[in-house]
Structures are given as structure tokens and as C-alpha cells.
């Protein structure tokens, strides 16, 4: 049985039950999310071959620290890191470190800045110079998946119809989505209930309510959906080395639809490829 909270009288932990937020939460979480975009679109002009994700984390913390926001990933659960770097067959939770970038990689950066004690969560993919057209196709349909997943998010549907969506379009497209880590509700704390799977059908999961405030973030990969995790607990890869890509927005459920906080400013949301009238 699902239970729903209203935010304000909710524990400051994840208890399981879905926060319902108000006005006041969401104009929160717009300044935090704005930032946190704000700062992905500075990177869009940082990325370049020979420039080690070391330096890309050091961006995101003097980034923060100038627009007097926390890197909510520093020192969260051990991860001493302010950002997330994944690189070519690297899921997620890829870890900064001084190997330079290479011409022709794709590198997911993910970024989460807390203002104001709320979170605001997005990542996009960063072509690296000039890119394979097999890397560029991949990034072209989980940039997709992720706006098919949105385009499902209203009152009255469940969380499964967001996954449906994705699931379908990548499948078609002949890729295959990650089973392993999933989208999140996000606001007063970084990772809450509901948990966003990027598959299933659109009957099943919690029924979606205005208030609710989540991520979606498929993985997509061109190759088999499996993964393992490294020995240092945090990068998870494909098992086939396979190229892998995400991309990801915070939402907001409207009493029509949703609210996307974490929009680019610059209508970069999509760095390095074509750009899309939508």
C-alpha cells in the first residue's frame, strides 16, 4: 500500500511514504535546479579532449561555492567527489579523477547542488571533440527516452506508464535500458521515495498526484542492459563494455502535467548534438 505525506509534516528521512509538496517547495526547488543547470551549461564550453574529470569536479565545487550552494554527492555516503563523470561504457556514479578525457568519448556529468536545503539533480551527456555517429545515435534516443518519459508524467497515472514510454522507444530504437539504478523523488532529501523505474507497464507503480517532485534518468545502453559494479563500490559498467548514456531532468507534477525545474537557460540541454525546436 502506497502512502502520501504532505511535505510539511514529513520526517526529514525516507520513510517510504511520498511527500506531497506545496507552492513554497516548488519555487525552492526551481532556484536549485536552475543553478544546477545553469552550471551544466558552463561545462557545455569546459569539455574538450585532454582535460581530466578532476578538473570538471573542481568546476562543479567552485561553482557551488560561488553561488552558495553544497554539492549534495560531497562526502555523501563515503563519495568524496562533487560531481559524477561516466565515460563511454561507464553507467553511472563514474568517479573524477586526473586520466584526461580522449577525443571521441561521451561523458555523462551529473550534478546536484543543495540551495536553500533543497536539491536540485540533473545530468547530460558531453561529446568529447568529434564523436562516432553509433555514440551520436545513442545520445540522440536517451535524450528521447528521457523527453518520452516526461511527456507521461500527469495526476492520475502511475509512476510505470514514465517507464512504459521509455522502455518502448529504446527497445524500438534497438538499444536497451539499465535495470540496476532507477529515477528517484528528490526535494527536502537527495534520494526519496518513489523510486522512477525506466521500464515496466503504465498499470503498474504509485499513482502519480500533483505535488510529487521526482527524477527520471534512463540509462540507456547500445548493447545488453546488464551491469556490474567496480571494487571501489561506486562505477557501475556495462558487463559487455558497450556504450552506455543518460541524461536526466527533476519534474514536478502540475494538476495538468508536470513542471521540468531543471531546464537549460541556454537551451543547452541537449550540449554537442543537434539542437531540437521543442
Known amino acids: 500500500m502506497v502512502n502520501y505525506i504532505e511535505a510539511s509534516s514529513a520526517p526529514s528521512k525516507n520513510t517510504g511514504a511520498i511527500r506531497l509538496y506545496g507552492p513554497e517547495a516548488f519555487e525552492g526547488m526551481r532556484k536549485a535546479c536552475q543553478l544546477t543547470a545553469r552550471c551544466l551549461d558552463e561545462l557545455a564550453a569546459v569539455v574538450r579532449p585532454g582535460l581530466p574529470t578532476d578538473a570538471i569536479d573542481r568546476f562543479v565545487f567552485e561553482f557551488g561555492m560561488d553561488n552558495g550552494a553544497i554539492p549534495a554527492t ?9 560531481t559524477c563523470t561516466s565515460i563511454n561504457h561507464v553507467v553511472c556514479h563514474g568517479i573524477p579523477d586526473a586520466k584526461p578525457l580522449r577525443e571521441g568519448d561521451i561523458v555523462n556529468i551529473d550534478v546536484t547542488y543543495v540551495v536553500d536545503g533543497w536539491h536540485g539533480d540533473s545530468s547530460r551527456m558531453y561529446p568529447v571533440g568529434t564523436i562516432k555517429r553509433a555514440a551520436e545515435r545513442l545520445l540522440e534516443v536517451t535524450y528521447e527516452s528521457l523527453l518520452r518519459g516526461i511527456a507521461a508524467v500527469r ?26 539504478f532507477c529515477g528517484h523523488g528528490v526535494g527536502a532529501l537527495f534520494h526519496d521515495s518513489p523510486n522512477i523505474l525506466h521500464y515496466g507497464r503504465a498499470s503498474e507503480g504509485p499513482e502519480l498526484r500533483e505535488g510529487m517532485i521526482f527524477t527520471i534518468e534512463p540509462m540507456i545502453n547500445l548493447g545488453r542492459p546488464h551491469v556490474k559494479v567496480l571494487a571501489d563500490g561506486w562505477t557501475a559498467v556495462t558487463r559487455d563494455r558497450s556504450l552506455s548514456a ?11 502535467g508536470c513542471e521540468i525545474f531543471t531546464l537549460s537557460p541556454g537551451g543547452l540541454d541537449r550540449p554537442g548534438l543537434p539542437s531540437l525546436n521543442r
Open 155 to 180: 495526476p492520475g497515472a502511475r509512476t510505470g506508464a514514465i517507464g512504459e514510454a521509455i522502455q518502448t522507444y529504446a527497445e524500438a530504437e534497438r538499444c536497451s535500458v539499465v535495470r540496476d
Open 74 to 82: 560531497l562526502n555523501y555516503r563515503g563519495y568524496t567527489k562533487s
Open 246 to 256: 543518460q541524461y536526466e531532468h527533476t519534474v514536478g507534477v502540475t494538476a495538468d
